[in-house]
């Protein structure tokens, strides 16, 4: 509990500061500044006559202090900031702004405006009765001076320029363009003061993410009253949420009055007509989100369980319309930024091994579910081996011969006792197998091969055969001996019976 309303807070406080403006001020006000020489201006109403003031560079100045000494010749510093109303007069008085085309009427306008001013809002007294209601006015100036001193007033009551900046947006997260290509945001909208235009600055994305205006230009830079939108390619999106900072930036100016104090204390103090102005450097921060799709699709055995590689498949929408196909691999494929919609699987073509899947699996994207893992599901086709004992010199099937199967590592897979039909083993995994027999057939001699055999994907079945020779009879020696003995004495026996007679036959004669 205690972490989901850490999170919660967390949450809050991101929201306040996205919208907060920060603000830094480039100071550009002048220290010093020197001042030159005078000129007269006759008494044009009510007989109040002074002189004109200017810096060494020729710059005009306003004495904020009639009763004392013009302010010339010296070196003046500054003291401190005046208000708005005194700005306002400085900035739409003369050498800004003409009133009657004459520079030392003009001037006297500006400068008489500026005491007038400052005896309403200080109380001091630098004008006198007369002058202010019906001392003569020859040239009709005093209303351009009244005026002048009425909307400095007004100015001030406003007070000087307050350079600010806002972002806001209906909905931080982005949604996918309909084509899939990018996530656009909503419409940001910019709220400022004292600015004509400002900056969007992506400080945190994805590469190419850009600002584009209502028109889908890619901009940096708004007019002040323009909105915006972001843009991101969905190619780089590859988190399945992910934030994306950004900020706008404005430069405001803000012209003020400051008062600067001459070196000698009898000399008025004075402000100059030109003013530069202040900077002020205003930001706000936004924070988008992205929270996009990511579906992997893996391609298993379902005997195993194992990821394989090599089968075709294809992404189809609900209207059947292929989105994407590629081939599987055992990492599983990655499909990202699919908008919410119900989506099918289906294979084209099966791995090398595998039995074709007819399944279509179907799923669904929502916002609360936009991460899935599909798995896609083929049977193996069969390993078959078929192994028969043979009578080499016949042909003919043999039955009594015990066999054994061993795998690659010398374990038994499968020992059994052929018969006159073939025996059949399945189920084995691919790999490399070796058959050889362990006892012959009843009359037949035992064979000393070996087989060798290999299941895989491009070898699923084999046909194993094992020849055994009949035995052969070997006479007996001691047999054959004898007789031998016994047809050699009888010839022996013949011969001297021949031999006698032939004698007998001589002797007779």
């Known amino acids: 509990m205690k972490k989901k309303l850490k999170k919660i807070f967390i949450t809050l406080l991101i929201a306040i500061v996205s919208y907060c403006t920060l603000t830094t001020t480039v100071n550009a006000v002048p220290q010093s500044i020197e001042l030159g020489g005078t000129e007269s201006i006759p008494g044009y109403v009510a007989g109040t006559y002074f002189t004109t003031k200017t810096t060494v560079d020729g710059d005009y100045m306003y004495c904020l202090n009639i009763h004392k000494y013009t302010a010339q010749n010296s070196t003046a510093h500054l003291v401190g900031e005046l208000d708005a109303g005194v700005a306002y007069i400085m900035i739409n008085g003369y050498p800004h702004k003409t009133f009657t085309g004459e520079k030392l009427k003009d001037y006297y306008i500006t400068q008489t405006a500026l005491w007038w001013y400052l005896d309403d809002t200080t109380g ?48 931080e997260t982005m949604s996918l363009s309909s084509d899939g290509k990018y996530y656009v945001s909503d419409e940001i909208t910019v709220k400022s003061t004292n600015l004509t235009e400002y900056k969007v600055a992506i400080n945190e994305g994805p590469i190419n993410t850009v600002a584009i205006d209502k028109d889908g230009e890619t901009k940096t830079t708004f007019n002040a009253n323009e909105t915006f939108r972001i843009k991101v390619p969905a190619s780089q999106v590859e988190d399945s949420e992910l934030n994306i900072k950004i900020s706008v930036l404005g430069t405001g100016k803000v012209y003020k009055a400051y008062e600067y104090q001459p070196d000698d204390p009898n000399q008025q103090n004075v402000t100059p007509s030109v003013i530069s102005p202040i900077e002020e450097n205003v930001e706000a921060s936004l924070t988008l989100t992205i929270s996009t799709s990511k579906i992997t699709i893996v391609k298993i055995d379902k005997a195993t369980g194992n990821a394989i590689a090599g089968a075709e498949l294809v992404l189809k929408d609900a209207d059947g319309n292929e989105i994407t196909s590629w081939t599987s691999t055992t990492m599983g494929h990655v499909i990202r930024n699919l908008p919410n919609g119900t989506y099918t699987v289906e294979e084209k073509s099966a791995p090398d091994g595998y039995e074709k899947s007819e399944e279509v699996v179907t799923f669904t994207i929502d916002d609360n579910n936009r991460e899935q893992k599909i798995k896609f599901y083929n049977e193996a086709q069969e390993r078959v081996v078929n192994i028969i004992k043979i009578d080499k010199s016949t042909g003919q099937p043999l039955a009594g011969a015990v066999i054994v199967v061993r795998d690659a590592d010398g374990n038994e897979v499968a020992r059994f006792t052929s018969t006159t039909d073939p025996y059949v083993l399945t189920g084995l995994k691919d790999g490399t197998y070796t058959v050889e027999e362990v006892e012959a057939p009843a009359g037949y001699k035992k064979s000393d091969e070996k087989i060798s055999f290999t299941l895989d994907a491009q070898h699923l079945s084999h046909q194993i055969t094992i020849e055994n020779y009949p035995e052969v009879s070997v006479p007996n020696t001691n047999a054959a001996s004898s007789i031998l003995l016994v047809i050699l004495g009888l010839g022996i026996i013949g011969g001297g019976i021949k031999f ?3 004698n007998t036959k001589k002797t007779r004669i």
């Open 124 to 171: 001091s007294s630098n004008l006198s009765v007369a002058f202010k209601t019906n001392g003569k006015d020859q040239y009709n100036l005093r209303p351009y001076i009244k005026d002048l001193v009425a909307k400095a007033k007004e100015a001030k009551s406003k007070g000087y320029a307050k350079t600010t900046i806002s972002a806001s947006i209906s909905n």
């Open 500 to 502: 006698v007679q032939k």
